[in-house]
């Protein structure tokens, strides 16, 4: 399973309200300007802050990479 194309033109970031990165091996949802990864799970987002891992710069360049 994976999610709906349409639900990830929508979503945004709670914090930062940009596009997020979805990363459908970690099912996660990428936040780059956040540096937060919100998961996914039985294919819906969970988009609460405090549900957000943290993550590093090294993965925020990684993820910015793919967006462009």
Do not use: G
């Amino acid at each position: 399973m994976s999610l709906n194309p349409n639900l990830l033109d929508i979503l945004v970031c709670p914090i930062s309200k940009t596009s997020l990165v979805y990363d459908k091996q970690k099912q996660e949802l990428i936040s780059t300007a956040a540096n937060l990864a919100f998961p996914v799970r039985d294919d819906i987002p969970v988009m609460l802050e405090d549900e957000a891992r943290q993550i590093t710069p090294e993965e925020a360049e990684h993820y910015r990479k793919l967006k462009a």
